[in-house]
């Protein structure tokens, strides 16, 4: 019999689409992941990221997350999120919308089941919400706009939310020795400098216990630490805009 511990088994909703599996790279280790990088000569996409919530983060604390996102060389688009969320709570309108998915995250040994609808942005139309000339609200689509409505706290409108950015990412996607899976890696770095860099692995439900166990033992072949606290990105940031405390404090 095997020695290796038992990882927390992973019970796959029919709903969910895909397994994002992601491990944080320690402080310790960002620039051991970013040579890896450079040694392989991959060039990064660039993305300017903002989120959108009351100083007391009230829709992050209800599970809703919205967020516009600037992509060079690729279309902007805004997102509206779900999480955690049952699959049983999305009815089949939902479902059924183009655009519209159910995943789950495997983050250490927490899985978390997210829904999102995103739109795309025509250029230029999140820098004006950014400087002020545009309304929040017109970043939305009218889908988006009522499964705000039908998720969301309903005391809390438009004009309570501040923006929260920008955060610059980079995102990397590379072909990795001995491993079928794409795998992608971001970088966000907050206006304090502070950064977090992020691997993971987008696989189908069937192949999570395998995909995870061979994305960590990779991981750990090539020197990386990805056991202990395992920060979000998403959470990370808000907490930087509502607390000055940075991913590396």
Known sequence: MSEQ???????????????????????????????LLEKADEEPE?????????????????????????VRGDDDDSTVKLRPVDPAAISSEWAQMDGFEIEMDRVGEQQIVSAKLA???????????????RDLHKLFSPDQERLIAAFGPPDVGWEALQLMGPIDVSKWKSSWEDLPWEVTVERWLLPDRSDLVELSIKVEPAEVHEAE????????????????????????????????????D
């Open 5 to 35: 511990p038992l990882r927390t088994a992973v019970q796959i909703d029919p709903a969910i689409r895909a397994v994002e599996v992601k491990i944080t790279a320690r402080v310790e280790d960002e620039d051991r992941v970013l040579a």
């Open 46 to 70: 660039s993305r300017t990221v903002y989120f959108f919530d009351t100083p007391a983060l009230t829709l992050f604390d209800k599970g809703l997350v919205l967020r516009a996102r600037k």
């Open 119 to 133: 739109a795309i942005q025509s250029r230029g139309e999140i820098d004006e919400v950014v400087a002020g000339e």
């Open 213 to 248: 166990e061979r994305f960590r033992a990779m991981l750990e072949g090539v020197g990386l630490e990805i056991e202990g606290d395992q920060q979000t990105k998403t959470r990370g940031a808000l907490r930087f805009f509502t607390t000055g405390e940075g991913f590396d």
